[in-house]
């Protein structure tokens, strides 16, 4: 069996290491893996402070990957000998001011009544907890569980730990997947780049928001959404910094800070639907900067290491893509994370595994199959 992944992101990697793991035959074509949206991520793995009402089927699928990532985080820096920066001390929910407060205390009631925990803190037990947190911060939600991974170091930590497994990392573009025919249910037979054909007798299609873009695939539903994010580190030595994720809103705009070693920050992220344009604006920034320094003052005196934007891939309901691709035999997609690439990681793996090599694919992830949207369209691949 030859498998060929499409897209070098987090998807498409740890699918490639669980399938390595085995020893399967795997190629994995990105034309520079794991510098996409899998980079510019904040790296957070956080289905509680990440529940929204209405959401309750994709919360089950984020919890099962969250319940596994103990285990995931410790059997990949044992493959790779990397550290992930996987970190637990929590989520802080913040408000500023009575409506705040109010929609917190909203969002907390519809957390504890899907026995997800989240603990009501006054102003002052925040800054008991992060003593560099704006006096104005009135109270708070604190979510022991949700936690977050350096994503970058995650990414490199799945390329180390696939090459140790012997996955080939072809550096081209994937152009087109190749059937057996021209017939609409063919199987796949091959992927094509810019450079070459390689053959595959399956084919998994990780290629974020452009996953829809290989011809072959056109038949996927996920759009482009930019997140632009800012990395900021203290200027020389100790310094103020925050050890919990940080999130709430300032006048209506979410924004979130997330630690790093170091004292290092990534504050985030905006949304917004540009196309495939991934130049971050003077507004997106502007925001972050204006409302992260709102909750923590210090940020004035960072520095600021990076300023970039990621195109998160978008599905109709929020919900990733896993699974068969209707109707053509050997084509699977692993595509559609939207806000939860990393959180969904391991159970990534894990889904894509068990479709990859005949193997049971767990209850949390059934729902979620591509064909969820191709049904009701009628669209085609
Ligand atoms: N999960 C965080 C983001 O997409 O911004």
Not at 37 to 44: D, L, N, W
Not at 122 to 129: D, F, H, P
Not at 178 to 185: A, C, K, M
Not at 210 to 235: C, K, Y
């Amino acid at each position: 069996m030859k498998v060929v992944i499409v897209g070098g992101g987090l998807a498409g990697l740890v699918t490639a290491w669980r399938l390595g793991q085995t020893g399967c035959d795997v190629t994995v074509i990105d034309p520079a893996p794991g510098t996409g949206a899998s980079s510019v991520a904040g790296g957070m793995l956080a289905p509680v402070s990440e529940a929204w009402f209405g959401e309750e089927d994709r919360l089950a699928l984020d919890l099962a990957s969250h319940s596994l990532w103990r285990q995931f985080a410790n059997e990949l820096e044992a493959d790779s000998g990397l550290e992930i920066g996987f970190k637990t001390e929590g989520t802080i929910q913040f408000a500023f001011n009575q409506d705040d407060l109010r929609d917190l205390a909203r969002t907390r009631e519809f957390q504890l009544s899907l026995g997800l925990d989240a603990v009501e803190l006054s102003g002052a037990e925040v800054r008991v907890l992060e003593p560099f947190l704006s006096p104005n911060v009135l109270g708070a939600s604190l979510v022991k569980s949700d936690h977050s991974v350096d994503n970058r170091a995650l990414v490199i930590a799945l390329i180390t730990a696939c090459e140790a497994r012997g996955v080939e990392f072809i550096r081209e573009k994937a152009i087109s997947i190749e059937f057996e025919t021209i017939s609409d249910d063919s199987n796949v037979r091959a992927v094509t780049t810019e450079m070459q054909l390689i053959p595959a007798s399956q084919v998994v299609i990780a290629a974020g928001a452009w996953s829809s873009q290989i011809v072959g695939a056109e038949s996927l539903d996920v759009r482009p959404i930019m997140g632009e994010v800012i990395r900021v580190a203290p200027r020389s030595g100790a310094a103020a910094t925050i050890t919990h994720t940080i999130r709430g809103t300032v006048r209506g705009f979410p924004v979130y800070l997330v630690p790093r070693a170091k004292g290092e920050i990534v504050i985030g992220a905006t949304q917004l639907e540009t196309g495939f344009d991934i130049q971050p604006t003077a507004g997106g920034i502007f925001q972050l900067l204006r409302d992260a320094r709102e909750v923590f003052p210090y940020l004035s005196e960072m520095r600021i290491v990076e300023i970039m934007a990621g195109l998160r891939p978008g599905s109709p309901d929020n919900a990733p893509l896993l699974g068969p691709i209707a109707n053509h035999g050997g084509l699977y997609a692993a595509t559609g994370h939207y806000r939860n690439g990393v959180l969904l990681t391991p159970a990534t793996g894990d889904v894509m595994l068990a479709y990859l090599t005949g193997g049971t694919v767990p209850e949390y992830a059934r729902a979620f199959t591509p064909e969820r949207f191709t049904s009701l369209s009628g669209a085609r691949g």
